[in-house]
């Protein structure tokens, strides 16, 4: 029985863990797109979009590429050529 319980304590953290890191509000903005741009070569035009959608989404997905499934609104937002919005 403590087995289990350790187990669910663990996956409860390891969970909360990756949703703090895609859910942001527009007062974090900031810190997540500051994290997701990191090694943007186009600096400042990455955070200016990741600003944008995060402000429009409510989330900003973690990492410095990829994983955008974390934020599906993020993820599907284009331009007006069609092309993704969000880095």
Do not use: H
């Given at each position: 029985?403590n087995?289990?319980?350790?187990l669910?304590l663990l996956?409860?953290?390891?969970t909360?863990?990756?949703?703090?890191?895609a859910?942001?509000?527009?007062?974090?903005?900031d810190e997540?797109c500051?994290?997701?741009c990191?090694?943007?070569f186009?600096?400042?035009?990455c955070l200016n979009?990741?600003g944008i959608?995060?402000t429009?989404?409510?989330?900003?997905?973690?990492g410095?590429?990829?994983n955008?499934?974390?934020?599906p609104?993020y993820?599907?937002?284009t331009?007006?050529k069609g092309?993704?919005?969000?880095p």
């Amino acid at each position: 029985m403590n087995n289990i319980a350790a187990l669910l304590l663990l996956t409860l953290f390891l969970t909360s863990s990756i949703v703090d890191a895609a859910i942001a509000d527009s007062s974090n903005c900031d810190e997540k797109c500051g994290v997701r741009c990191a090694q943007a070569f186009l600096k400042d035009r990455c955070l200016n979009y990741c600003g944008i959608c995060c402000t429009e989404c409510k989330c900003v997905p973690s990492g410095t590429y990829g994983n955008q499934d974390e934020c599906p609104c993020y993820r599907d937002k284009t331009n007006s050529k069609g092309k993704l919005k969000c880095p």
